[in-house]
């Protein structure tokens, strides 16, 4: 089956129903597209208040945000696919859409978002493979979504932000979280979350990792080891932990796939994840019609992905001529102006950098050699 | 820290209502300053300010213990009379503990301080959620004291 649309978003998370917004508001005939079977993507397993301005919705829980933003979207005339997944994003721009109810459909869209979030990152170690190994995303969505406790004693590896929150949300689900691991000397998660843990009595080892999961069918224990500075354990330093689950909240890394397979250029910028699609303020890719917004161009937080959604969709709107130049630039000048002042600060100050110097790069080649569609006219005028 | 190093040195409070904020990261955040309808605490421009308290015109409401997104906000209540201070703390976790029970309260690092008594338990709907409790306890332990043990023979006990 074939259809086609002025716009195209893939992924309805916080970045993905911003952009919705915008473009709804300009009546665009816009088909959002989620692989889950409700939109709101990681928002509806935040059960915790966000930080932010107090103008843009700080205090609320991410579960709220996500209803707001859902009820806004079905107001508008949006079409919304649940359940689909987005096969391949092939380089003459057709959208290969396994779409829950009507198997596959070949979407071709004028304009397209991507905005399909990340990916966990994991790591390997003795006998990883057991059940009941997971991530902190898994657990969250077990936990927060669908009610299921994955275990009962928990060892949580990652002192992160995620692995912080996480084991918080453990506690309020009723699981003890036996200690949360950090192969790195410090805690590189917000001192007030780390705070809210250590009130609770929980342990958090610093400098130690986990070097094997015990168990035959399941998990049934973990050995976990201090470490050097180079992350080698110490012999000698090995514990022995009685676990059920072992979570792992390890970082996690942009999905960027359908981005590259489209072409877009991909560039390593490891302060904002790893590898990236270039992008500028107006979070257009270097081929014009595909933008980019939310944690798959930069792991960030879930308000700093739903101003980058406004921004991409109105800058779609103005290019498709549903906004004049004046009224976009307004428009968009009010959501950069929050999305710097979310990255304010000593601790935004690398992520403004790296998105000035993506920002740079994405003209560069938009103007040079990677434009495919300029390669390949170059490749047909030599063959 | 300022406050509880006046606390420390005196035997009174300097001020009926004290806030305690353990917000010592410049995160781009500041619902505390729109909560308090009393102007105590100030964040300004930029939003990555540390806050600052001015605790003499403190109503000792909660609101902003609820509010904090970091749960990082905790209140000194002084009557003036007696040997005990009330400290309330933000609260998200379940069971509650019931109101007029003794607990062990804990300082900053979950370390048990001593014993202290539930006089309240605040959740009215505009908390969303999040519950402010508040315990008495001595005068010289108020001050470290950041929450309650979460044992399991210890709440509703």
């Not at chain 1, 400098?207 to 049934?220: F, M, N, P, Y």
């Not at chain 2, 000792?60 to 009557?79: R, T």
Request: glycine content about 10%; overall charge negative; some cysteine.
């Amino acid at each position: 089956m074939g259809r086609n649309a002025e716009v195209a978003i893939i992924g309805g998370g916080p970045a993905g129903l911003s952009a919705a917004v915008e473009l709804g508001e300009v009546q665009s005939n816009c088909i959002l597209m989620d692989d889950h079977s409700q939109v709101g993507g990681q928002l509806n397993k935040q059960i915790h208040k966000f930080f932010g301005s107090e103008k843009h919705s700080a205090g609320q829980r991410g579960i709220d945000i996500a209803k707001k933003l859902e009820e806004r979207v079905s107001l508008l005339n949006i079409e919304i696919w649940p359940e689909s997944t987005v096969l391949d994003f092939d380089n003459e721009g057709c959208l290969w859409v396994n779409k829950g109810d009507s198997g596959i459909v070949d979407l071709m869209a004028d304009r397209v978002i991507i905005a399909t979030g990340a990916n966990e990152n994991t790591f390997p170690f003795q006998n990883w493979t057991l059940p009941g190994i997971m991530g902190a995303g898994a657990l969250q969505t077990m936990m927060n979504l669908y009610r299921v406790l994955p275990g009962r004693r928990v060892l949580m590896v990652g002192a992160g932000n995620v692995g912080l929150i996480v084991a918080y949300q453990l506690l309020q689900a009723g699981a003890e979280v036996i200690a949360i691991i950090e192969s790195a000397n410090k805690i590189s998660g917000y001192d007030v979350h780390r705070r809210k843990i250590l009130r609770t009595g929980v342990p958090i080892l610093t400098s130690t990792s986990i070097v094997s999961a015990l168990g035959e069918k399941e998990v049934e224990g973990a050995v976990i080891s201090s470490v050097d500075d180079e992350f080698r354990p110490l012999p000698g330093t090995e514990r022995q932990l009685a676990v059920d689950t072992i979570c792992l909240a390890v970082g996690l890394s942009p999905l960027i796939d359908l981005a590259w397979s489209r072409g877009c250029k991909i560039v390593n910028e490891p302060l904002l994840g790893g590898w990236i699609p270039v992008h500028d303020a107006d979070q257009q890719t270097n081929i014009d019609s595909v933008y980019i917004v939310g944690d798959c161009c930069s792991i960030e937080e879930a308000s700093v992905a739903m101003e980058e959604g406004r921004i991409a969709g109105i800058s779609v709107a103005e290019s498709m001529n549903l906004l004049d130049y004046k009224t976009a630039m307004e428009k968009k000048n009010v959501a950069k102006k929050v999305l710097h002042e979310l990255r304010s600060g000593p601790l935004g100050a690398t992520v403004r950098t790296a998105k000035e110097r993506l920002s740079k790069s994405t003209t560069f080649y938009r103007q040079n050699f990677f434009h495919p569609t300029r390669y390949e006219k170059c490749l047909s005028n030599w063959r | 820290m300022k406050n509880v190093s006046v606390i420390g040195g005196k035997k009174n409070l300097t001020f009926k209502n004290q806030l305690i904020i353990e917000c010592y990261e410049p995160i781009p955040c500041n619902p505390c300053e729109f909560l308090c309808t009393q102007k105590v605490i100030q964040v300004g421009s930029p939003i990555t300010n540390l806050p600052v308290t001015e605790n003499e015109n403190c109503s000792g409401c909660g609101v902003c213990v609820a509010g904090c997104p970091g749960q990082a906000i905790f209140l000194l209540q002084d009557s003036g009379v007696g040997s005990t201070l009330k400290v309330s703390f933000p609260w998200e976790l379940f069971p509650l503990p019931i109101k007029g029970s003794t607990v062990l309260v804990v300082d900053s690092e979950g370390k048990q301080l001593g014993e202290g008594s539930v006089v309240k338990i605040n959740k009215p709907r505009t908390y969303n959620e999040t519950a402010v409790i508040t315990v008495e306890v001595s005068r010289k332990l108020a001050p470290l004291v950041r929450g309650i043990d979460r044992g399991e023979n210890n709440l509703g006990g």
